[in-house]
C-alpha cells in the first residue's frame, strides 16, 4: 500500500504542475482536476466556452489498478510516462492503457499479461461467434 501511495503522490504532484489555471489563448476555458484517493482515480479535463461553443474534454486520465499506474488518456505536451519514470517509478508498473494490449508489449512501458490473455481471447471469441473468421 505505501508504494500505491508513493505513486498517487507523483501522479497528484504531476497533475498540480500541469492541470491548473486557464489555457494560454483561451482565457474562458480552465483546467479542472479529479482526484479519487478511495478508488484511485485520476483525471484532468478543460471546461468552459471558447467563443459560443462549449468546451470540454479529458486531457489526463490514470487509475492504479492492481499496484501499477495505468495512464486510460495522456493528452499532454509532456508525456505522464515518462515524467513517472523519471520520478522513480518502475517502467514495468505503468500501463500505457491508451494502446490496444496487443501493442503493449513493443511499448517500453510495462504489460499486464493476465489482461492481455483476456482481450485476445474475448476477440477470439467474437470473431468466431460472428463466423468471420
Same mark, same amino acid.
Given at each position: =500500500?505505501? &508504494? #500505491?501511495?508513493?505513486?498517487?503522490?507523483? @501522479? %497528484? &504532484?504531476?497533475?498540480? !504542475?500541469?492541470? $491548473?489555471?486557464? %489555457?494560454?489563448? =483561451?482565457?474562458? @476555458?480552465?483546467?479542472? !482536476?479529479? @482526484?479519487? !484517493?478511495?478508488?484511485? *482515480?485520476? =483525471? /484532468?479535463?478543460? /471546461?468552459?466556452?471558447?467563443?459560443?461553443?462549449? +468546451? *470540454?474534454?479529458?486531457?489526463? *486520465? +490514470?487509475?492504479?489498478?492492481?499496484?501499477? %499506474?495505468? /495512464?486510460?488518456?495522456?493528452? $499532454?505536451?509532456?508525456?505522464?510516462?515518462? &515524467?513517472?519514470?523519471? =520520478?522513480?517509478?518502475?517502467?514495468?508498473? @505503468? /500501463?500505457?492503457?491508451? *494502446?490496444?494490449?496487443?501493442?503493449?508489449?513493443?511499448?517500453?512501458?510495462? $504489460?499486464?499479461?493476465?489482461?492481455?490473455?483476456? #482481450?485476445?481471447?474475448? &476477440?477470439?471469441?467474437?470473431?468466431?461467434?460472428?463466423?468471420?473468421?
Amino acid at each position: =500500500m505505501e &508504494e #500505491i501511495r508513493q505513486y498517487e503522490k507523483f @501522479i %497528484i &504532484e504531476l497533475m498540480n !504542475r500541469y492541470g $491548473t489555471g486557464t %489555457i494560454y489563448n =483561451m482565457p474562458t @476555458i480552465e483546467f479542472q !482536476r479529479l @482526484i479519487d !484517493r478511495e478508488n484511485f *482515480h485520476y =483525471m /484532468i479535463y478543460t /471546461i468552459g466556452w471558447y467563443k459560443r461553443k462549449r +468546451a *470540454h474534454s479529458c486531457v489526463f *486520465h +490514470a487509475d492504479i489498478i492492481d499496484g501499477k %499506474i495505468w /495512464i486510460q488518456h495522456d493528452g $499532454t505536451d509532456v508525456g505522464f510516462a515518462a &515524467e513517472l519514470e523519471e =520520478m522513480g517509478v518502475p517502467k514495468e508498473n @505503468i /500501463i500505457l492503457a491508451f *494502446h490496444h494490449p496487443s501493442k503493449w508489449e513493443y511499448t517500453r512501458f510495462g $504489460t499486464d499479461a493476465g489482461y492481455v490473455d483476456k #482481450i485476445v481471447n474475448s &476477440e477470439k471469441s467474437v470473431v468466431s461467434s460472428t463466423g468471420l473468421n
